[in-house]
């Protein structure tokens, strides 16, 4: 089973985007389709609800929600999660420049985790200029973390660029997972994240991701799998391969609490 747990698609009603996603992604199982925060939150969750409702066997749709200017009700939450059928929520905090802990945010927190809806915070990579890298800091999570205990966490792209951050975080909250979408062009990027995972033992915390169209599934598996080639003629520490191969097959949607119906 391999879960690609980081994929956009920015107009899911183009046809064309549609059949490009659908073919990059045929190399994975199951794969989390996340909206970009380029369009109003009401168009582009049912956009990606109508496109996800064609693959349910193997989509997983996330609802996006600005915590500052949309409406946050149990009410509001609700809709998503039975009318449209949106299983997560992300947030893109730095676009936003939300707080990750701001109250309005606080309430959203509460809702999913009665809705037991995970949530994906986004770092927003690439960052645009008018981002705000403050609120691009995982620690920032941990005050979610402790209030909501039972709510499933997923820090985006390891929490670039404060990975030590993210790695802290998954070592200290049972329920906060991150996504490994690397590079595998950033060599260097991908030994060190890699490497300070498995020395703080919370490979068990990685999830795969892509980023997808920021990068292929298929390349970046290539990537990982062969992590070890990376280290050929070197001295730096080599990670079992086993260790890396259970990351790439975690079943991130069970984990997670997803329920998709069979492929019949």
């Not at 500052?68 to 999660?81: A, C, G, M, P």
């Not at 929490?159 to 260097?188: C, E």
């Not at 068990?204 to 990537?223: D, M, Q, W």
Request: hydrophobic share 45%.
């Amino acid at each position: 089973m391999i879960v690609d747990c980081h994929t956009h698609i920015a107009s899911p009603s183009s046809g064309m985007v549609a059949a490009d996603h659908l073919a990059v992604l045929d190399i994975v199982n199951v794969c989390f389709v996340l909206p970009a925060p380029d369009s109003s939150s009401k168009d582009v969750n049912r956009a990606v609800s109508e496109y996800v409702r064609q693959h349910k066997s193997r989509m997983v749709g996330f609802a996006l929600i600005n915590p500052l200017t949309d409406k946050v009700s149990s009410r509001t939450i609700n809709f998503i999660r039975r009318d449209l059928e949106l299983a997560g929520i992300v947030v893109y905090c730095p676009d936003f420049n939300c707080h990750p802990a701001h109250s309005r945010a606080m309430r959203l927190y509460e809702i999913a985790q009665e809705l037991k809806m995970p949530v994906f915070f986004h770092s927003g990579s690439p960052l645009g200029p008018k981002a705000v890298l403050d609120f691009a800091q995982p620690y920032l999570i941990d005050e979610v973390a402790r209030a909501f205990p039972n709510l499933k966490i997923i820090i985006g792209s390891m929490g670039m660029p404060f990975v030590d951050q993210t790695i802290s975080m998954i070592a200290k909250h049972p329920n906060v997972y991150a996504d490994m979408t690397l590079s595998p062009k950033r060599t260097w990027e991908v030994f060190n994240t890699i490497t300070l995972a498995y020395e703080r033992e919370v490979m068990g915390k990685l999830l795969f991701g892509s980023g997808y169209p920021l990068g292929s599934p298929a390349a970046y598996i290539e990537a990982l799998l062969g992590f070890n080639k990376l280290l050929a003629n070197s001295n730096l520490p080599a990670i079992p391969r086993e260790a890396i191969r259970e990351a790439v097959e975690r079943d991130s949607a069970a984990l997670l609490g997803f329920a998709l119906p069979s492929r019949g």
